[in-house]
């Protein structure tokens, strides 16, 4: 599972070449959100907007994303294309009228670059005591400018950690978070750490870590 916020600042490199065209300052979704229809590259010699697909997306790493084509073409604004830097900030209301935070990032799916759901923030506070929710997108009823509605039944479902499954879960640092049910913590892409009596972090292996779910099961 991706993140939008993750791919802003990535080079842009031509896999055949080796060229870097550009860097990547903004995601743009369908009107619907069900995908990422392109991203948004400023071009490396003239700051020139230009646009990729994600066809043309080779592989998105940590420092870059790679792609198959030697030039991208100038980006032209769609009118029904929805922004990932407007769309950060959108308040979420549930269908039985209950806020349920703003919008901070979209969660998508390579190769495809079909978006999953919605990362939503309820506050410093409430990310620091509860973590983010995630709304799929499924749950999704009605998108405006001024919010998006959400199903009641279908919001979708707090982060939880990894190991356990427990909610009981917040955010201490940037892509850090403690589970206090199981006392680990783990970071967004679920890799799961153990918190030494010096503070230092010890990362499980995946073995260990199946071995600890498949007890869970059997207990």
């Known amino acids: 599972m991706q993140k939008g916020k993750d791919c802003i600042g990535l080079a842009v490199i031509c896999e055949n070449t080796g060229k870097i065209l550009g860097k990547i300052t903004d995601v743009i979704c369908t009107s619907t959100l069900h995908s990422i229809e392109f991203l948004q590259v400023a071009d490396k010699n003239s700051n020139e907007l230009r646009l990729c697909i994600p066809s043309w997306i080779s592989s998105i790493g940590r420092d870059a994303a790679l792609v198959t084509l030697a030039d991208l073409p100038s980006f032209q604004i769609k009118k029904d294309g929805i922004l990932l830097s407007k769309l950060k900030g959108t308040h979420v209301v549930c269908s039985d009228g209950t806020g349920l935070g703003e919008v901070v ?30 709304i799929y997108k499924e749950a999704i009823k009605t998108i405006s400018q001024d919010c998006i509605l959400v199903d009641f039944w279908k919001k979708g479902l707090e982060l939880s950690c990894p190991l356990c499954g427990s909610n009981e879960v917040g955010k201490i640092g940037q892509d850090q978070f403690y589970c206090w049910n199981c006392f680990v913590e783990y970071d967004s892409k679920n890799q799961v750490y153990t918190v030494e009596e010096d503070g230092s972090l010890i990362a499980y292996g995946t073995d260990l870590l199946d071995q600890w779910k498949q007890e869970d099961k059997n207990a």
């Open 105 to 134: 990032d979209i969660l998508f799916e390579l190769p495809l670059c079909n978006i999953k759901g919605l990362e939503v923030s309820e506050g410093f506070i409430g990310d620091l005591l509860t973590g983010r929710l995630c």
